[in-house]
Every structure is written in C-alpha cells, then in structure tokens.
C-alpha cells in the first residue's frame, strides 16, 4: 500500500509561482510512475503531468506546457510540480498519483493509477 501526501499550495497571485510536493510512503518508490491531476469545482479531474520510475520520460498536458514542469528525487522519495506563470485558470485542487506498472504516457489516464493523494489547493487571483 502507497501513501501519497501533497504539500505546497496556497493563494498566489497571477504570474507568480509555486512548487508543489508528494512524498510517497509504505512503497518503493523508485519503481513509480507518478502522476499529478487537478480539480476544480464543477468540473472533472484532468491530467496535468505524469513523470516515468526513472524520470526518463515526462507529460503535460497543453495548457501546462511551458509553464510547469516535474521532477523526482528518488532519495527522498519526493516527486514535485514547479508551476511557473500561474493563471487564474490553474485554481483547482491538486493530486498526486502514483502506479508501479505503468509508463509515464500510460499515466496521462486518472484510470491508470492504483494510488492516490489527499491533494493541496491551488488558488490563482486576477
């Protein structure tokens, strides 16, 4: 069993940055795919970035490219989410996901991952 908890959000205002982080427990970490969604209120969860076990290979989705970026620290047993550019749009909760079996473009699918953060909220002002 994987214990996954989110740490870094909070109110921002448009253009600034934040950098979110997920310390996974209770599993090996390095043998990971990890993935973060968000959430926003009335809507469905979507894919933001998913990140490879070996950190090979990564995925944004469109409205993140250029803006965000992710990375692990297999030591620390820490995968992160540097936002850059924030917009208000970027408001939602976010939730780091992680799965043993899967590729990093496999993990662009909330579907794909067996585990699952109690995620941190993102606010964006105008």
């Known amino acids: 069993q994987v214990h996954l908890v989110e740490s870094g959000g909070g109110l921002v205002q448009a253009g600034g940055s934040l950098r979110l982080s997920c310390v996974a427990s209770?599993?090996?970490?390095?043998?990971?795919?990890m993935g973060w969604f968000r959430q926003a209120p009335g809507k469905e969860r979507e894919f933001v970035a998913s990140?490879?076990?070996?950190?090979?290979?990564?995925y944004y989705a469109d409205p993140v490219k250029g803006r965000f970026a992710t990375f692990r620290d297999n030591a620390k047993n820490t995968v992160y989410l540097q936002m850059n550019m924030l917009k208000p749009e970027d408001t939602a909760g976010y939730y780091c996901?992680?799965?043993?079996?899967?590729?990093?473009?496999?993990?662009?699918?909330?579907?794909?991952?067996?585990?699952w953060g109690q995620g941190t909220q993102v606010t964006v002002s105008s």
């Open positions: 209770g599993g090996t970490f390095s043998t990971l795919s």
């Open positions: 990140i490879s076990w070996s950190a090979g290979n990564t």
């Open positions: 996901a992680a799965d043993p079996g899967i590729g990093a473009e496999q993990g662009m699918g909330a579907i794909a991952y067996d585990y």
